[in-house]
């Protein structure tokens, strides 16, 4: 397992009444589909903390962590091309069963979240999915969060104002045109106005 130091602030959403949380539908079924799967290995690009370590590690063989937002951060912060974060995600093909992608797509330009949906393609295996998570055409707000795992598939939104990212929003359309090859497997609207979206690998 790829070791990892969580977010700075390791906050507990029981003593946070103010979190804005969804039950996550397409998570549910993220993790049904991947429990059918033999080796069950798992890559998190982030944000990264510490509820979402446990809650993955202990229903999967093996969890790998790389947080591209704070790579991304990083990047933009010193006026490096952004194509520099790629080679941070230099896993052998076809190492995953599932990677999770939580609205990294609406942080990127169109050429870099082409280069993102080919290396997750060259990653996954055969029959394996990516679950993302997008912000739609008239988000909330800009700022980049952490969606925190709580139980019963309860996903809390925790602020990340460290992180200056910006933001392109998609329609629905886009998404699906913009992770071709895969295949389109679910979507669900969720009430804080995100879109989540399940894709398979065929």
């Not at 992770?179 to 879109?195: D, E, L, Q, Y």
Request: charged letters at 25%.
């Amino acid at each position: 397992m790829t070791a990892f130091t969580a977010d700075r602030k390791n906050t507990d959403l029981k003593h946070d009444p103010g979190a804005v949380g969804y039950s996550s539908n397409a998570l549910e079924l993220f993790m049904e589909h991947f429990q059918q799967r033999p080796e069950r290995k798992l890559l998190d690009v982030g944000p990264v903390c510490q509820e979402n370590i446990r809650f993955f590690a202990s229903r999967v063989k093996k969890l790998y962590v790389c947080d591209m937002f704070i790579r991304l951060d990083r990047c933009i912060r010193k006026g490096s091309p952004v194509d520099q974060i790629w080679e941070k995600l230099d896993y052998p093909p076809q190492s995953f069963d599932g990677i999770l992608l939580w609205e990294l797509a609406d942080r990127l330009d169109d050429a870099d979240v082409k280069r993102l949906v080919t290396l997750c393609h060259s990653l996954l295996r055969p029959g394996g999915m990516v679950m993302a998570v997008v912000l739609g055409d008239q988000p909330g707000s800009s700022g980049a969060n952490a969606f925190v795992v709580g139980q019963n598939f309860r996903v809390y939104l925790r602020p990340q104002p460290h992180l200056h990212l910006p933001l392109r929003s998609r329609q629905n359309r886009d998404v699906l045109s913009m992770m071709a090859p895969f295949i389109p497997a679910k979507s669900f609207i969720c009430r804080p106005g995100f879109m989540e979206f399940l894709f398979r690998r065929e």
